[in-house]
Structure formats: C-alpha cells, structure tokens
C-alpha cells in the first residue's frame, strides 16, 4: 500500500497560480504511475493528470491542457502539479493517486491509493 499525502492547496485569484505536491511513502516510488484528479461540489470526480513512472509520459486533461503541468521527483517520492492561469472553475479538492498496475492511466478505477485531497479555491 502506498501512503500519499498532498499540499499546496489554498485560495488563488483568477489567473494566478499554485503548486501541489503529493508525498509518498510505503512503495518503491520510481515504479508507480501517478495521477491528479479533483472534485468539485456536487461533481464526479474527474481527472486532471498523469504521469508514468519514468516521467517520460504525461497526460492531460483538455481543460487543463496548456495551463496545468504534472511532473515528478523520485528522488524526494514526490510529484507535483503546477497550475498557471487558475480559473474558478479549477476550484476544487484535488487528490493525487498511485497505480501499480497501468503505466499511465486516466482511469480512476486504475488507482488504487488516494491521498486525503487538498482543496484550491479560485475567486474570480
């Protein structure tokens, strides 16, 4: 089981921007894919981005694509998402994600540990 604990999160204008970072711990980092999604209010939780084990591949969602960037340390068993030109749509609680089982995914049901969320809050 991997251990995943986010932060970063906090209140931003439109059009600033934030990093998060998710810590983990209990695995062998350099061999899990990672992944950001978020939930807002009454919303499914959707996915944001991700990022292979190597950090060689990443994908994006198209709301985000051009203004949010997934990378990772594996060194530090960190990665972080970088958001520039925040919007108030952006506002939600973020949660990263570890899998073992795809090198990268999308796919929600391909994580199996989540972290506790941090929340951003974008004002307009």
């Known amino acids: 089981q991997v251990q995943l604990v986010e932060s970063g999160g906090g209140l931003v204008q439109a059009g600033g921007s934030l990093r998060l970072s998710c810590a983990a711990s209990?695995?062998?980092?350099?061999?899990?894919?990672m992944g950001w999604f978020r939930q807002a209010p009454g919303q499914e939780r959707e996915f944001v981005a991700a990022i292979s084990w190597s950090g060689g591949t990443v994908r994006y969602a198209d709301s985000v694509k051009g203004r949010f960037t997934i990378s990772r340390d594996n060194a530090k068993n960190t990665v972080y998402l970088q958001m520039n030109s925040l919007k108030p749509e952006d506002t939600a609680v973020y949660y990263c994600a570890a899998s073992t089982v795809v090198p990268i995914s999308r796919y929600y049901i391909e994580y199996a540990d989540w972290g506790q969320g941090t929340q951003l809050t974008v004002s307009s």
């Open positions: 209990g695995r062998s980092f350099s061999t899990l894919a």
